[in-house]
């Protein structure tokens, strides 16, 4: 397992931004997830090791972009254009990551979670 803490939530107007941090050492890959009140967790963005590979819930691309800097142990998520409708607790997640082509943006596919930051977005 691996130890993940976010940071970066808050409450901001709508069509502003945010930038979410998570702090993960290792070799692994990441994602990010979220959870509003009453709905299941969704997947929102995941990056590889190397951060050659991103990969986006349809709903967020174009506006969210994940990131990460290795030699900081950081992976970033920075939310533009935000809406209410983005309002819930952000959840960083953590695989080790193998290598390949696979990607992976289920829930049950992460084994490390963090214990997530609340993003509120005001209308």
């Known amino acids: 397992q691996v130890h993940l803490v976010e940071s970066g939530g808050g409450l901001v107007q709508a069509g502003g931004s945010l930038r979410l941090s998570c702090a993960a050492s290792?070799?692994?890959?990441a994602g990010w997830f979220r959870q509003a009140p009453g709905k299941e967790r969704e997947f929102v963005a995941a990056?590889?090791?190397?951060?050659?590979?991103?990969y986006y819930a349809d709903s967020m691309k174009g506006r969210f972009t994940i990131s990460r800097d290795n030699a900081l142990n950081t992976v970033y998520l920075q939310m533009n254009s935000l809406k209410p409708e983005d309002r819930a607790v952000y959840y960083c997640?953590?695989?080790?990551?193998?290598?390949?082509?696979?990607?992976?943006?289920?829930?049950?596919?992460?084994?490390?979670w963090g214990q997530g930051t609340q993003v509120t977005v005001s209308s």
């Open positions: 290792g070799r692994i890959y």
């Open positions: 990056i590889s090791w190397s951060g050659g590979r991103t």
């Open positions: 997640a953590a695989r080790p990551d193998s290598g390949g082509s696979y990607y992976y943006t289920g829930v049950t596919d992460f084994g490390s």
